[in-house]
Structures are given as structure tokens and as C-alpha cells.
């Protein structure tokens, strides 16, 4: 697929949050304030991009030649969590005004099942190093467009009537469904027409 | 996670806060007397079933409302709002459409879209615009099947599929390219009705002789209500003047409409005819707006004061969004029409764009009215 | 709870579905919960998480190509959902919190409960969506019966909607309020600590 077929798919068709259900955690526990959730969207997409290439290489290069590719899920786990850990300690080291926006975020990366899932996506889809980076990126760009819009939408429900047993999370996925119906408008016949 | 504290003496709702009965139950049965010719023009030339299906749309929101009224101990909200929603959901539902289906859209809007969010004014999308989405992609071959008006001569070449499905299926077909819409229809044997020839022939011969061009037969079938669709989105017309009844009772203004319709035209005539084959600025704009429910939607469906943003600003970028996503989904997507989906998906940004389009004083905004 | 149940949610398309990642998530968990305490003593503070979640990884490929083996089609219909058990919330949570403190017999039975509310759960869940959304219940084949169970006037025309992404979420959403509801209206002294949020 060519690259603005991955971006458009993974942004809109097969958004991370909307389409797979990867990424819900941190977007139902961390969507009620908007800056939380574009430190949070920055972090994860950041750390998906790499952890993508990461893991391809690691496949391709490591795993496939020696046959041990029933090893990518723990790898590709570790790899993960060593690049949050990392990344954590760098930004720390180097870059200590962005820790105050991120730093809180890299803990909860670590378990993040968008990040594991783009790594198992990429590889099973056959991509190659350079599609895999785009897909890690436009995941990313999915899972921050997702929660921007349901953070915006939870900061609007927060003052709205909604009945007791629904506050919370029961009306974040409720919304979360209807925002999933609307994203069906996206689907492979627009993504093939208009991009080949 | 904050979950709003019930026991707090000031709550800030989202505009509009107040919901004085009066005012509104004169809004939502303006608005319901105003769309009735339309629907009526629908059971004319569609036959009885529509009816059954109006009502069935209808019973089954009151029905909802009541309930969810009682369940929530509302006081109760007769005020025209579910008739209003049920009308709306009944419209855009196919002729021949199974009754369980509207009864499914009613429900779903009123009990799911409105009162699970805290009843009117609660809600961030249009109940029934999501209402139709979520029948219409639970049940697909149900809500794709159209009738033809008894205005047009029989024409068994293309019973039950509608204009724009033709289209999209001769785009399909012939690899991309369709020419013009409305040539492409006469050749697929989609007919005309007597009355759009002579219209469109004393038009022609009268009024746009003198100004130099002529138009071709059937755009006025479209406008006046002669073709396939759905109940309540066929007569142009009748829409239209409903339009004007609204715009000058000022409950609906003019920004939602106005972006809408001018990102919608104007992408349409620009880059409509490069994916039809008819090359860039050829595009088919009167076609693209008489059908598909375009007019319902933009006028009706888009101007809803709960789902849509509050400033001018915000307005406009929404009435032009939609009107992207209309053009996106109907030529390149697979969904012929577009109009309803692009709006819930508008709706999901609303908040979005509320946020970025604060007015300078928090609070002392001018308001819509 | 709910946490724990995020990327699961894709594969409650059929209740078969829901049984086998509930059984694989319960197997994780208590088998790692046991590991876990029994290295508890060996592994150093600092590498922790770490080992954690390498031991988990570890039981995930186990159960993951022991389903490939014994259940191909259902492994297929779980796809990536069953690898992604081990970044699973709940399983890390719960084994950072007990692993810890309690002793092996503690450990183990709490799981296994948390395991099986789990599986209940999705397994609900998949059933509402897979009678609406299809009009069948589909189980393990055993012998004759093919598995599945269609049913009568939904079977024909059923809601499509329910089987894809937006019907799960409806689901959740309903459930964890009537879930919610019953709690309001019936007050317990303890809440049970597992739902409280990780």
C-alpha cells in the first residue's frame, strides 16, 4: 500500500481507538482534560513510531533468520518498554522542560496495548522498514485524533445531565460507539478511490 | 475522572440552558408543520406504506419519549420534540422500507442518542440523522432499496435503485467514468417525467434564451420531487419554502446552511467532474444538490442548535466541514448519499471546535439570536 | 474492570469468542500470579517491572501457540488480541499489587475470580452482539453440532451494526451502567477491591 493509503487508513478506516479498541485504556482513564490528553497523544505516537521501525528491524534482521519469529511477542514488548524507559530518561536527562508535559505519560506507555499493537500489526502486514515507520506514525495521529475528540466531548458531558449510573465511563463508551458509527463513513472503497 | 457534582447549587450546562417549554414547543411544532408538506409530497407519489412508515417513526419516538420521560422522572417533555425527531426519522427512511426498521431508528435516536446523554439539549449528536446511520448499516439492502415516484413513467431498466446509486455503480463500472450525471441517467434508461420536459423547455425558451444558455432536461424532476429517495428528501421545493418559513422566523440562521452549501457547490463543481470523467470545473452542481437529501440535511438536519457550535465562527467551519465530507464520501466513498454521515461526523467535532472558537468573554457571548 | 477489557472488546463478536480469551486472559493471569510470588524472593527491585513483564510475555506466546496448535480457527478469529493479553492492564496490575504481599493460596483464588468475571463478562457481552448483530450463538463443535445456534427471526435480518466496532461499544457502555445501577441500589459495606480502577 502506498503511504497516504497507510496514513488515511490507519488515521480514519482503521483508526487505533475507534476500529481495533487499542489504546482505550489511556484514552478512558485520561480523557477529561484536554492538555493531558495532547501530552499523552505526543508521547504515545512518539514512542510507536520508533517502537514500529524497532520491532521490524528486530524481525526481520533477528527473529525471522533464525526462526524464532514465535518470540516477537515478548520482544517486541521488551523493546517497547525499554524504548519507554529510555526515551523517559533522555527526556529527563536532556530535555527537562518537556518532562513536566510528558514525564507522567511514560509509565503508562509501558503497558499500552496501541504500542504492542502496531508493532504486531506492521510485521503481519507484511511491511516494509520505511511503511512500517509510517504506520507507527499515522496510529499515533489516529490515537491522538481519537482522543482529542472524545476528551473535547467528556469535557462537554461533564456538565450535561446525564443520569447517575451512566456518568463516567458508561457514557464515555457509549460516545465512543457513536463516534465509531460516524468513523464507518471512512471505509476501504473511499480509501482506494481516492488514493489508488 | 470528574463526574459532575449533583450536589453543587451551580452547574454550567452547555448552550442552550434554557429550555423554557413554551419557546421550544413552539420551535419543534414550527419546524414539524413546516417539513409535513414535504412528507406529504412523499406518501403522494410513493404510496401508502410511506405513511406506515411516517407513523410507525412517529408513534415510536412519543412512545420512547414517554418512557424514558417516566424512567428518568422528566417532567414531562410533550413539547413536540419527539414528534419532531420521529418526523425527521421517518423521512429519511426509504418508501418500502420493513416498519420494524423506523420503529429500530426512532428508538435508537430517542432512547440511545437523546436521553442516554440526559434528554434534550444533552446530546452532542443529531438523534435522528444517527438514528438512520445505525439502521442503515444494520440493515443495508433494506435501506438501499428505493421505489420509483408514480410521477415517472414506468421504467423497469432501473427500479429500485436511485439516482446517485446508479452513478456510483456506473462509476464503478466503467472505470471512472460517468460524463455527465444527468447523460448518464437518460442512456441508463432513467426516465423524465412529461412534466420536467415542458418546464424545462418553457424555461428554456423564455427566460434563459435571452440570457444566452439553455439547461437540459432533468433537473427539474429533482427539484420539484419527481424521483427515488427517501420520503421526506425528494421535493426540493417544498424543502425550500419550508426553508424561508424557518430562516424568517430566525430558527435557523443562515451560517450552517450558507458553508455548507458553498463548500459543498464549489468542490463539487471544481473537482466533481475530474472523478465523474467530465474534467476539472465540470461539475454537476444543481444535480448534486436536488438529490441525495441534500437539502433536508443541510437546511434541517445540519442547523440543529444542540449538536452544532456555538459562535458564527464555529459555524462556518462546521457547515464547511460537512460539506468536505459530503463531497468525499458521495464521490469516492462507498455510501451513495453522504449527507448523514457527514453531519454525525461534524457533530463528533462540535466540541472540537467549540473549544477553539471560545469568544473572547467566557460566559457573556453574544449568543445566536 | 473495565480497563482490563479494552482490546479484548474486538473479538466479542461470538460467544465462542468471548469464552476463549476470557479462559486464555484467566490462564495468564493465574499462572503468572504464581510465578511471580514464587520468584518474588529472586528478582531485584530495580528490574522488576521488567521481569514482570517478560514472565508474562512468556505465558502469552505459551497460550498463544497452544491455541494455533489445538484451535486454529479460533486462534485465528482472536488474531493479535491474544499476544496483546500481555500488555494487559489488569493482568500487570494485579500482579505488581498481590505478588508482593500475599501468599501463594491467596493469590491463586483471587485470580481465578477475577479471571472468570472477566470471562462472564465478555462472554455477555459477546452474546449480546452476536444474537443482535447475527442471529446466532456460536459454541465449541462437539461431534454432530456444528456449534452454532441460529436463531429464528434475527437470524434473517439481523443488525450488522452489533458485530462491528460501534456495537461493542454500545454494549460495553450499557453494561457498565446497569452494572453501576445495581451497585447504586444495592449498598455493600466493601467494595471488592478489583473494581477498583488500575
Same mark, same amino acid.
Given at each position: 500500500m502506498s503511504y497516504a493509503g497507510i496514513i488515511l487508513t490507519f488515521v480514519f478506516v482503521n483508526n487505533f481507538v475507534l476500529?481495533? /479498541?487499542?489504546?482505550l485504556c489511556p484514552?478512558?482513564?485520561?480523557?477529561?482534560?484536554?492538555?493531558?490528553?495532547?501530552?499523552l497523544g505526543a508521547a504515545v505516537t512518539f514512542i510507536m513510531s520508533l517502537a514500529s521501525l524497532g520491532s521490524w528491524l528486530l524481525f526481520h534482521i533477528v527473529l525471522q533468520p533464525l526462526g524464532i519469529e514465535f518470540l516477537q511477542t515478548v520482544t517486541f514488548v521488551l523493546i517497547s518498554a525499554g524504548l519507554v524507559q529510555l526515551t523517559s530518561h533522555l527526556v529527563s536527562?536532556?530535555?527537562?522542560?518537556?518532562?513536566?508535559?510528558?514525564?507522567?505519560?511514560?509509565?503508562?506507555?509501558?503497558?499500552?496495548?496501541?504500542?504492542?499493537?502496531?508493532?504486531? *500489526? $506492521?510485521?503481519?502486514?507484511?511491511?516494509? %522498514?520505511?511503511?512500517?515507520?509510517?504506520?507507527?506514525?499515522?496510529?499515533?495521529?489516529?490515537?491522538?485524533?481519537?482522543?482529542?475528540?472524545?476528551?473535547?466531548?467528556?469535557?462537554?458531558?461533564?456538565?450535561?445531565?446525564?443520569?447517575?449510573?451512566?456518568?463516567?465511563?458508561?457514557?464515555?463508551?457509549?460516545?465512543?460507539?457513536?463516534? $465509531?458509527?460516524? /468513523?464507518?463513513?471512512?471505509?476501504?472503497?473511499?480509501?482506494?478511490?481516492?488514493?489508488? | 475522572m470528574s463526574t459532575g457534582s449533583r450536589s453543587a447549587p451551580v452547574t454550567v450546562a452547555s448552550s442552550p440552558q434554557f429550555f423554557d417549554s413554551a419557546h421550544t414547543r413552539r420551535i419543534m411544532w414550527t419546524v414539524s408543520a413546516v417539513l409535513t408538506p414535504a412528507a406529504a409530497w412523499g406518501v403522494y407519489v410513493f404510496g401508502i406504506h410511506a405513511f406506515f412508515v411516517?407513523?410507525?417513526? *412517529?408513534? %415510536?419516538?412519543? *412512545?420512547?419519549?414517554?418512557?424514558? #420521560?417516566?424512567?428518568?422522572?422528566?417532567?414531562?417533555? !410533550?413539547?413536540?420534540?419527539?414528534?419532531?425527531?420521529? +418526523?425527521?426519522?421517518?423521512?429519511?427512511?426509504?418508501?418500502?422500507?420493513p416498519v420494524y426498521i423506523p420503529v429500530v431508528a426512532s428508538l435508537f435516536a430517542i432512547i440511545v442518542v437523546k436521553w442516554t446523554f440526559g434528554g434534550l439539549g444533552s446530546n452532542w449528536m443529531n438523534p435522528a440523522l444517527a438514528g438512520r446511520v445505525f439502521v442503515y448499516f444494520s440493515w443495508t439492502p433494506a435501506m438501499t432499496g428505493w421505489t420509483m415516484p408514480s410521477t415517472l413513467p414506468q421504467a423497469d431498466a432501473v427500479s429500485g435503485a436511485s439516482m446517485l446509486g446508479l452513478i456510483k455503480q456506473g462509476l464503478s463500472g466503467t472505470g471512472g467514468h460517468v460524463g455527465s450525471p444527468l447523460r448518464f441517467l437518460r442512456d441508463a434508461g432513467f426516465p423524465v417525467s412529461t412534466t420536467d420536459t415542458a418546464v424545462t423547455d418553457w424555461l428554456n425558451q423564455h427566460v434563459l434564451h435571452a440570457l444566452g444558455f439553455s439547461i437540459p432536461g432533468g433537473y427539474v424532476d429533482p427539484f420539484l420531487g419527481n424521483i427515488p429517495g427517501s420520503i421526506g428528501e425528494v421535493s426540493a421545493a417544498l424543502l425550500l419554502l419550508g426553508t424561508v418559513v424557518l430562516l424568517a422566523r430566525r430558527i435557523i440562521?443562515?451560517?450552517?446552511? %450558507?458553508?455548507?452549501? +458553498?463548500?459543498?457547490?464549489?468542490?463539487?463543481?471544481?473537482?466533481?467532474? %475530474?472523478?465523474?470523467?467530465?474534467?476539472?470545473?465540470?461539475?454537476?452542481?444543481?444535480?448534486? +444538490?436536488?438529490?441525495g437529501g441534500f437539502i433536508l440535511g443541510a437546511f434541517y438536519m445540519a442547523t440543529?442548535?444542540?449538536?452544532?457550535?456555538?459562535?458564527?465562527a464555529g459555524m462556518l467551519i462546521y457547515g464547511g466541514g460537512a460539506g468536505i465530507l459530503t463531497f468525499l464520501i458521495r464521490f469516492y466513498g462507498?455510501?451513495?448519499?453522504?449527507?448523514?454521515?457527514?453531519i454525525i461526523l461534524m457533530n463528533v467535532f462540535t466540541p472540537l471546535i467549540n473549544r477553539y472558537t471560545r469568544p473572547g468573554r467566557y460566559g457573556l457571548s453574544e449568543g445566536r439570536r | 474492570m473495565a480497563l482490563g477489557l479494552c482490546p479484548a472488546l474486538a473479538v466479542t463478536t461470538r460467544v465462542v469468542n468471548g469464552l476463549g480469551i476470557g479462559a486464555a486472559l484467566t490462564f495468564v493471569l493465574v499462572s503468572s500470579n504464581v510465578i511471580i510470588a514464587l520468584l518474588r524472593d529472586v528478582i531485584p527491585e530495580r528490574g522488576r517491572l521488567t521481569s514482570y513483564i517478560a514472565v508474562i510475555a512468556s505465558l502469552v506466546t505459551v497460550v498463544d501457540l497452544t491455541m494455533q496448535a489445538y484451535t486454529p480457527r479460533l486462534s485465528e478469529q482472536l488474531?493479535?488480541?491474544?499476544?496483546?493479553?500481555?500488555?494487559?492492564?489488569?493482568?500487570?496490575?494485579?500482579?505488581? $499489587?498481590?505478588?508482593?504481599?500475599?501468599?501463594?493460596?491467596?493469590?491463586?483464588?483471587?485470580?481465578?475470580?477475577?479471571?472468570?468475571?472477566?470471562?462472564?463478562?465478555?462472554?455477555?457481552?459477546?452474546?449480546?452482539?452476536?444474537?443482535?448483530? #447475527?442471529?446466532?450463538?456460536?459454541?465449541?463443535?462437539?461431534?454432530?453440532?456444528?456449534?452454532?445456534?441460529? *436463531?429464528?427471526?434475527?437470524?434473517?435480518?439481523?443488525? !450488522?451494526?452489533?458485530?462491528?466496532? #460501534?456495537?461493542?461499544?454500545?454494549?460495553?457502555?450499557?453494561?457498565? $451502567?446497569?452494572?453501576?445501577?445495581?451497585?447504586?441500589?444495592?449498598?455493600?459495606?466493601?467494595?471488592?477491591?478489583?473494581?477498583?480502577?488500575?
Open positions: 476500529t481495533r /479498541f487499542l489504546g484514552v478512558i482513564s485520561n480523557s477529561d482534560r484536554l492538555d493531558h490528553a495532547l501530552g536527562r536532556f530535555v527537562p522542560v518537556l518532562e513536566r508535559f510528558v514525564g507522567s505519560y511514560f509509565s503508562l506507555i509501558t503497558t499500552n496495548c496501541a504500542v504492542l499493537g502496531i508493532t504486531l *500489526i $506492521a510485521v503481519r502486514s507484511d511491511y516494509n %522498514a520505511g511503511e512500517s515507520l509510517v504506520a507507527g506514525i499515522s496510529a499515533g495521529a489516529g490515537f491522538v485524533l481519537a482522543l482529542l475528540l472524545v476528551s473535547t466531548l467528556r469535557e462537554k458531558l461533564d456538565h450535561e445531565w446525564v443520569p447517575e449510573p451512566f456518568r463516567g465511563t458508561p457514557i464515555a463508551f457509549i460516545s465512543m460507539g457513536l463516534m $465509531a458509527m460516524a /468513523f464507518m463513513a471512512f471505509d476501504r472503497a473511499l480509501l482506494v478511490n481516492l488514493v489508488g | 411516517l407513523f410507525a417513526s *412517529i408513534i %415510536a419516538a412519543v *412512545i420512547g419519549e414517554g418512557v424514558m #420521560a417516566r424512567i428518568l422522572n422528566r417532567r414531562t417533555l !410533550r413539547d413536540g420534540s419527539a414528534v419532531l425527531t420521529g +418526523l425527521m426519522v421517518g423521512m429519511t427512511m426509504p418508501p418500502a422500507v440562521t443562515w451560517e450552517i446552511p %450558507a458553508s455548507y452549501f +458553498l463548500s459543498f457547490a464549489l468542490l463539487t463543481w471544481v473537482f466533481g467532474g %475530474a472523478r465523474y470523467g467530465t474534467g476539472l470545473f465540470g461539475g454537476d452542481i444543481l444535480f448534486q +444538490l436536488f438529490t440543529d442548535t444542540v449538536t452544532t457550535p456555538l459562535t458564527s462507498a455510501v451513495p448519499e453522504g449527507v448523514a454521515l457527514a | 488474531g493479535i488480541y491474544v499476544p496483546l493479553l500481555a500488555v494487559n492492564c489488569l493482568i500487570l496490575g494485579r500482579s505488581q $499489587a498481590f505478588a508482593r504481599r500475599s501468599e501463594g493460596g491467596h493469590t491463586v483464588l483471587d485470580s481465578l475470580g477475577i479471571g472468570l468475571g472477566f470471562t462472564v463478562s465478555l462472554t455477555v457481552i459477546s452474546l449480546v452482539r452476536e444474537v443482535l448483530g #447475527a442471529g446466532s450463538i456460536t459454541l465449541f463443535p462437539m461431534g454432530n453440532f456444528s456449534g452454532i445456534v441460529k *436463531i429464528p427471526v434475527l437470524s434473517d435480518s439481523p443488525a !450488522r451494526i452489533m458485530v462491528l466496532a #460501534a456495537g461493542a461499544f454500545l454494549v460495553t457502555g450499557y453494561l457498565k $451502567a446497569l452494572f453501576n445501577w445495581t451497585r447504586m441500589h444495592q449498598p455493600r459495606s466493601a467494595q471488592p477491591s478489583q473494581e477498583r480502577a488500575v
